[in-house]
């Protein structure tokens, strides 16, 4: 998908299967494109509409000229609900951080594992777990806490020693809320219990 800026207005253009998103906004005199609808509400528009796949429009200031229709063949990344999407933003008309729930839910009605706490991996496996926690009634915890100036996506960096380092470096153990207890970590829709 592809934002565009000309002297001619904006061009938006959502790639050919609908796999990244590009959302269209209005307020009183304005339009606007954008990947991520959570950049909307502090700017004070509304969400339009979702491009469709391989749809391409024009943006002015006089509004929105469609230059190609949409296809009928979407398929958008599931892991934008998953894992990489920003819990404020929704896709599809589907929240981010509400999708992450439900799937912790769906989670915790197919399980049955004896655990005391239910924890995420932050970010995105925190939403699964809360679902998880609360749909089995276990108390959440966070047993492990973001070290922060560190990389935000440990798969962000270009070589694989780095991805490595990133990923051990940025989870701290809080052992207090870890010694003796049954843990199950949700880390993007996935459990692993331990103990």
């Known amino acids: ?14 790639d050919r299967l609908g796999r990244t998103p ?15 609808t959570c950049a909307f509400p502090n700017l004070g528009y509304e969400v339009d509409r979702d491009l ?19 296809g009928d063949q979407m398929q958008i990344c599931a892991f934008l609900w998953i894992y990489y999407g920003f819990p404020a933003s929704s896709y599809e008309g589907i929240n981010v951080e509400v999708a992450r ?9 197919a399980d049955d594992m004896q655990i005391d706490i239910v924890a995420g991996v932050p970010d995105s496996g925190v939403g699964h777990a809360i679902g ?11 047993p492990f806490v973001k070290y922060t100036p560190t990389w935000s996506r ?18 701290i153990p809080i052992r ?11 880390e993007d829709s996935i459990v692993r219990g331990t103990q």
């Open 101 to 109: 729930y439900r799937c912790g839910a769906a989670l915790a009605r």
């Open 52 to 70: 469709g796949p391989g749809e391409i429009v024009r943006l002015t200031p006089e509004g929105m000229e469609q230059l190609s229709p949409p």
């Open 132 to 142: 998880y926690a609360s749909e089995a009634r276990i108390p959440y915890g966070r």
């Open 1 to 14: 998908s592809v934002l565009l800026l000309t002297d001619h207005g904006i061009y938006a253009s959502r």
């Open 154 to 171: 440990s798969f962000m960096p270009q070589e694989q020693r780095v991805r490595d380092l990133v990923a051990q470096m940025k989870l």
């Open 22 to 36: 590009v959302v269209i906004g209005r307020k009183e005199g304005a339009i606007a494109a954008t990947f991520e």
């Open 176 to 186: 207090e809320q870890i010694a003796g207890k049954r843990l199950l970590f949700c």
